[in-house]
């Protein structure tokens, strides 16, 4: 997919990873997943590592689920033993900006400080910089697509959210999660909504005996083709000219 640069992206959501360096431990790698041949979602958890997602990783592996966390800077800073767990068991991490401001409503320098910033707390914790951004809110424009484009970064945005940041209700985030569950979906979530966390399990194995596979947001798009500064999924309404 080329970039659509000439494209004015409005984007209002609803609402990486490369090898590390040898001397940090990471999970054994499996046959990987063929989103072409089995059906794929990726469940995607943004703003943290939240206070709750050691649980949830517990979770995660009991039930051999992968998932893609979008990770504050500021939370890797105060949690960096949750980043560098989620990377040793086979997660993909990425960028969600250091403390989560509006990068449409933000200077350009600000939006650079914000992804560079947390870019370095992660290396500094995992000894590598992800690859994925994800704007706070899942807003964006054509000034957030170049300079995620300067980082060699595509956007990252989600096919549904679960609305657990405005639920908090263990019933309701299952069933909207089931609700917009499709294959080769990506689900927004959060891990520090607690209910979230709770629901988790259940959503897991409602999930896997529809046959989906829970793999990580790499495996959803390693088919795109998508360069830097792209946005992917494309939203409804853009317009490429």
């Known amino acids: 997919m ?4 000439s494209s004015l992206l409005a984007i209002a959501a609803v609402c990486v990873t490369l090898a590390p360096t040898p001397a940090f431990a990471q999970a054994p790698k499996k046959a990987p997943v063929d989103c072409e041949q089995v059906k ?16 949830l990783l517990d979770t995660l592996k009991k039930h051999d689920a992968k998932a893609t966390f979008f990770l504050e800077g500021q939370y890797v800073k105060s949690r960096p033993a949750f980043v560098k767990r989620m990377v040793a068991e086979g997660h993909t991490i990425g960028n969600h900006s250091y403390k989560h401001p509006d990068f449409t409503k933000s200077e350009p ?26 704007p706070p809110y899942g807003l964006a424009d054509l000034q957030v697509s170049e300079i995620a484009g300067e980082f060699d970064m595509p956007v990252i945005l989600w096919t549904a959210g679960s609305q657990d940041w405005n639920s908090k209700n263990v019933e309701a985030i299952k069933k909207q999660t089931m609700a917009v569950a499709q294959q080769d979906g990506i689900i ?12 988790m399990p259940a959503i897991i194995k409602s999930l896997q005996k529809k046959g989906y596979h829970l793999v990580t947001v790499d495996d959803i798009i390693k088919r795109h083709n998508l360069q830097a500064g792209d946005v992917f999924p494309v939203p409804a309404g853009w317009s490429a000219q």
């Open 40 to 55: 794929c979602l990726a469940l995607t958890f943004d703003d943290g590592p939240g206070k709750y997602a050691g649980t």
């Open 188 to 199: 927004l979530m959060h891990d520090w909504v607690k209910q979230t966390v709770d629901a």
């Open 109 to 134: 320098g600000t939006i650079r400080n914000e992804i560079k910033t947390t870019q370095a707390e992660i290396k500094k914790v995992v000894g590598f910089e992800p690859k994925l951004l994800r």
């Open 2 to 5: 080329s970039r659509q640069i």
